[in-house]
């Protein structure tokens, strides 16, 4: 038994109203057990509320979907704003590109586009004449070959365009190694 104001759980106890440490009449210790009710009540819970994991993982689970959401929600929007802008600076390059085609083309002077078009002209006679000559010239089995090369490369463009562009980049680039390894004018490498 404790000799102090301390009870046996180590707590101190209820305050009393009378002298001698007991509730002066019934209706007093009848309103103190029932604060000590409510407040033993509300304990129970508080308690009973953290003491439920599932519910609790519910709402944590529940936050973090909302979250989620919303962050989903302005990455979407983020895009659309990015995907707006670019469609808006891809207009305004197609407007500057027409644009600029057109006054380059109304700033041709007349004369240059009349020799320009008689020039055209006049490649094309020659090679029509180069190509009647060829064909004249040329033996049946060659031309009859050369029309079904011709053939095959229509019907594969594609690879045609790849193999050229691929040999256009081969002599650019042996183009390129052979001027970097002469020396340059002026002694300096």
Do not use: F, I
């Not at 057990?33 to 709402?59: C, I």
């Not at 240059?112 to 055209?120: E, F, L, P, Y």
């Not at 002209?121 to 029509?128: H, N, P």
């Amino acid at each position: 038994m404790t000799t102090d104001k301390h009870d046996a759980s180590g707590g101190t106890p209820p305050e009393r109203s009378g002298n001698d440490g007991s509730a002066s009449t019934p209706e007093e210790l009848r309103a103190q057990v029932e604060r000590t009710r409510e407040e033993l009540g509300e304990t129970v819970e508080a308690l009973a509320a953290k003491a439920d994991v599932k519910s609790r993982a519910k709402e944590k689970a529940a936050d973090v979907k909302a979250e989620a959401s919303q962050r989903v929600a302005r990455v979407r929007e983020k895009a659309a704003d990015a995907r707006h802008e670019a469609e808006h600076k891809a207009a305004q390059a197609r407007e500057k590109a027409a644009h600029a085609a057109h006054r380059v083309k109304s700033g041709t002077a007349e004369p240059v586009r009349d020799k320009a078009g008689r020039a055209a002209e006049l490649l094309g006679d020659k090679a029509g004449r180069a190509g009647q000559l060829a064909h004249d010239r040329t033996p049946e089995p060659v031309r009859e070959q050369a029309g079904r090369t011709a053939r095959k490369a229509r019907e594969n463009r594609t690879a045609l365009l790849v193999v050229a562009g691929g040999a256009l980049g081969v002599l650019l680039v042996a183009r390129r190694v052979r001027s970097s390894r002469r020396p340059r004018k002026g002694g300096c490498r």
